[in-house]
Each structure stands twice: as structure tokens, then as C-alpha cells.
């Protein structure tokens, strides 16, 4: 039996690290570490340090190389595949570092309930006839994070707020919201909208050293922060950002 817990760690500062999250780190058996590409932007870096800084016992920390997921076909199917490929790599790192069981830990961005399929692996491998335990430890989100760097509230008094993603606002504005917190935005969609009334505000690094924040009409601000964006991935060799829009009702 594998006792999986997914431990949420923010957005990699070692301050969002819960009580119960160096609990878990401390009592698992093993801690992978997953590597994609060029560790920069895979952030292992920031996995480490954490690890360096919250383990007080002697755990296991193995690093293993993530699948590259295939961007050249359709969206949702080359998810799909590459969520088999990546649970087949968990399953091949388990059976060779805990081939009897025991307790499992692995570092998720921010929650592992929100924008994440880390949850949807571990249900594949199950699925396949591992016997595992699911054990989630809820971790700070990125929109914590960017309301609380800006101060604001997430949604507008006595109204709702759509969570959604860069590719999907291509599509347009969510109906029924005039709230839309964006993730998964590499393309900086929020430049492609009519801005005339809407407000933006964006947070990259949210919580880290490097944070950096703009906010204003979108109008305004829109092509200053893709300029930003660019500068500073180019500086850092990766970038993780999200952001708020609201419009005038």
C-alpha cells in the first residue's frame, strides 16, 4: 500500500509552507522531485530549498525526469497522453524505491486542487491496480497570493467570480461573471480583449524574491505588462504569473 500525499507548497515560498506541510515532508518515506527540461524552468531549484529547509529527519529525496508533453496535436488528447506517460514514470520510480509500500510525498505548486492534475495522475494509477492512499494537504494558491500582494478582494461584492484559463478566454469573456481570474496564460491573452472598461491586475512570482506586480485600466497597462513579461522571463529563465479582470457591470 502507497500513502500518497500530495502536499501543496504555494507558490515556492518557504513562509506559505503549512505546519502540516512540513509534517507530511518529515514523515514520508520518500520525496520525488520531479526535473523537466532545463531546471530552471522547471523551478527544481525551488523544490530543493524547500526540501533543504522543512526536512528535520532523514526522508528520501529522489529527483526523476518528468515525460515532455507533446504540444504538436490537439490539446486535450496530447493531455491526456501525457498524463499515462507521466504516471508511468511515478509507477516505475515507486517500484524501484518503494517496491514495499510506505509513505509517498510529492511537492505540488500552489494546491494541488486547483489548476493541477496531479490528482487526476494519482486516480490513473489507482485506476491501474496500485493500491494507494490519497492523502491532499491543501497548500496556498497563486490567487491568494495575487489578491493578497494587491490588496484587494477576489470578487466583487455580492458576485460571483469565473476561474478560467488563458486558452479558453481566447474564446471570450465568461458569460455571467464580470470577475475572471486567469490561469495558464503564456500567450498574454488579456491583450487581445476589447479592453474599454475592464481592469487588470497581474502578479508574476508571486510571494518569491523577484515578485513583480502591475495593475491598472487595461487599456493602459496591458502592453507594458507583456513587455514586463517578456523582460523578465528572459531574465529568469522561466515565469509563473496570473491575473484578475474586472469589468464595469
Not at 493531455?79 to 510506505?102: K, Y
Not at 491586475?201 to 523577484?210: C, P, V
Request: net charge negative; charged share 20%; hydrophobic share 50%.
Amino acid at each position: 500500500m502507497i500513502d500518497l500525499h500530495l502536499i501543496g507548497i504555494g507558490t515556492g515560498n518557504p513562509d506559505h509552507l503549512t505546519r502540516q506541510a512540513q509534517e507530511a515532508m518529515n514523515a514520508a518515506d520518500l520525496i520525488l522531485l520531479p526535473r523537466k527540461g532545463d531546471a530552471r524552468s522547471d523551478l527544481i531549484d525551488v523544490r530543493r530549498m524547500l526540501c533543504a529547509i522543512a526536512l528535520t529527519c532523514a526522508v528520501r529525496v529522489v529527483e526523476f525526469d518528468l515525460p515532455v508533453r507533446d504540444a504538436s496535436g490537439a490539446y486535450l488528447p496530447g493531455v491526456a497522453d501525457w498524463h499515462e506517460a507521466v504516471a508511468a514514470s511515478w509507477a516505475a520510480q515507486i517500484a524501484e524505491h518503494l517496491p514495499q509500500g510506505g509513505q509517498l510525498a510529492l511537492l505540488v505548486w500552489g494546491d494541488p486542487s486547483l489548476y493541477d492534475s496531479t490528482l487526476r495522475i494519482a486516480e490513473r494509477l489507482r485506476r491501474d491496480g496500485m493500491a494507494m492512499r490519497i492523502r491532499v494537504v491543501p497548500g496556498i494558491t497563486s490567487l491568494q497570493a495575487l489578491t493578497a500582494a494587491h490588496a484587494i478582494p477576489l470578487n466583487d461584492l455580492g458576485a460571483p467570480v469565473v476561474i478560467t484559463t488563458g486558452r479558453r478566454l481566447r474564446d471570450g469573456w465568461p458569460a455571467g461573471a464580470d470577475r475572471v481570474a486567469v490561469m495558464l496564460d503564456g500567450a498574454c491573452t488579456f491583450a487581445t480583449l476589447p479592453p474599454g472598461g475592464v481592469h487588470i491586475w497581474w502578479g508574476a512570482y508571486l510571494g518569491m524574491s523577484q515578485q513583480a506586480l502591475a495593475s491598472g485600466p487595461l487599456a493602459d497597462v496591458a502592453a507594458s505588462i507583456v513587455e514586463r513579461r517578456a523582460a523578465l522571463r528572459g531574465e529568469h529563465g522561466w515565469i509563473m504569473d496570473t491575473y484578475l479582470l474586472s469589468r464595469a457591470a
